[in-house]
């Protein structure tokens, strides 16, 4: 029996064939993954030092498939000093869909700034009992990151993606929640040239945290995202009277979120903030030359620096940094799905996973209640070590593929960039079965099936046409 040869087929017929076996290829791994998934959850990682307290996350949840992904789950978090989960909130009890910053009271529970399509919903959770209480809702304020509780009857809030009609309403505002009344309102058009960040768009200045600092409610901090700033805003003048970074330079701050006011034993004034889109946490301190630094001095934020004392790269779009107590830094990892403790050094000495997405975590006091870096007499950039083996944050990744390849190359800032960009897109349209490998193989296989249908759709027009003809009856 002769056996046909390969040229006594059409290229055409061996080109299909070739592509139905590379989509073939491409696919299996998901099909694979499908039937043995790699899932991740709440539990902990390493654990050297056990923390003395509970730590509290909120976890924003993934929402690519619409609000909210009901296999990636936003909710409130409880871990014990083991990192062993102690309870978990899903917030439906409050019509809450994504998390975001909680602050520990004074009476034990948590304040929660939280938000469903349409509206921000700020409540208090009862962390022994496991259940809300108080709430207050802000319908309209859309994707509210930061509400502060002055007192029971006052809150502050950053209010942002509130353009109206190609005109930013994005603002500060303290809302009287008994009466309803807005008792003092800072519009940052007004105290921003309006072509900042490229003009007015739905989302201008993003502003993610607002919180009062120093004695008294004077002084307040916010964090405009977008314009890569962190200000100190005086109440009495409305006049920002500290400012940290400058739009579009990265090299300070690249889309920063919660940062907190420190001081050092002097009274020197210190930022430590989580620089997001840089991927590390940082910690600034003001430098006036022979004027006076501190708040309340007076000097003009033109006449200061801000000079980086300490900082710690390595992370994945790090969204929360506060200090402890004891010195270490506990931080969000937010996109490799963790908080840490970390030595000044940046070594993890505590670590629970959190997926997905976490926010905000707390342990103790609100923000940060640690001594600075330069009164540790620890100062210098260092790159964060340990961590589990088997976490989320171990995975070799094809961002971490992308920037090796340009590794010591020409490109290898360019391929950094990509790296960068991928490792923060991904996670959000990743199915939580796969691995990231298999869904960049899936995505290519997809794509190979769409071009290859459309050029088939191309070769064979004109037999779809007379197709679509004979059953239109043409």
Known sequence: MNLPRVDDYPR???????LAVLVALLLLPAVYAAANPDTIGLGPGTVEEPANQSTYVSIQGFHAAGYGNSKKPARLVAADGAAEPQWRFGGDAVGATWFYEIDPLSNGRLF???????????????????ESGWSYEL?????????????????????????ESGVSNDRLFIENTTTGETEWEWLFRNHYPNSTDGGFNADWTHVNDVEPIGDGERYVLASPRNFDQVIVVDRETDDIVMRLGENDNHSTLYEQHNPDYLEREDGTPVILVADS???????????CGAADPRLGAGTPPEQCEWERVWAVDGFNWPRDADR??????L??????HRVVEITPKGEVVWEFYATWAPYDAERGQGGSNGPTMADQETTGTFTVSGGGDDGPQSTYRVADAISDVGANTPVAAQADAVATRYAHIEP???????????????????????????????????????????????
């Open 331 to 336: 931080v969000t990892d937010t996109l490799n």
């Open 139 to 163: 319908p309209g304020a859309h994707d509210t990151h930061a509400i502060h509780r002055l007192d029971d009857d006052r809150i502050l809030v950053a209010n942002m993606r509130a353009t």
């Open 428 to 474: 959000w349209f990743r199915p939580v079965w796969m691995g990231s490998w298999t869904f960049l193989s899936t995505v290519l296989g997809l794509l190979v099936v769409l071009g290859w249908g459309g050029a088939e759709l191309v070769t064979n027009r004109r037999r779809v046409r007379d197709a679509l003809e004979r059953r239109l009856g043409r």
């Open 12 to 18: 055409r017929t061996l080109l299909r064939a070739g």
């Open 112 to 130: 929660v700034t939280s938000t469903y399509p349409g509206g921000t919903i700020a409540f208090e959770y009862g962390t022994e009992r496991q």
């Open 277 to 287: 889109e840089n991927d590390r946490v940082i910690e600034y301190e003001r430098d």
């Open 324 to 329: 402890l107590p004891n010195g270490n830094t």
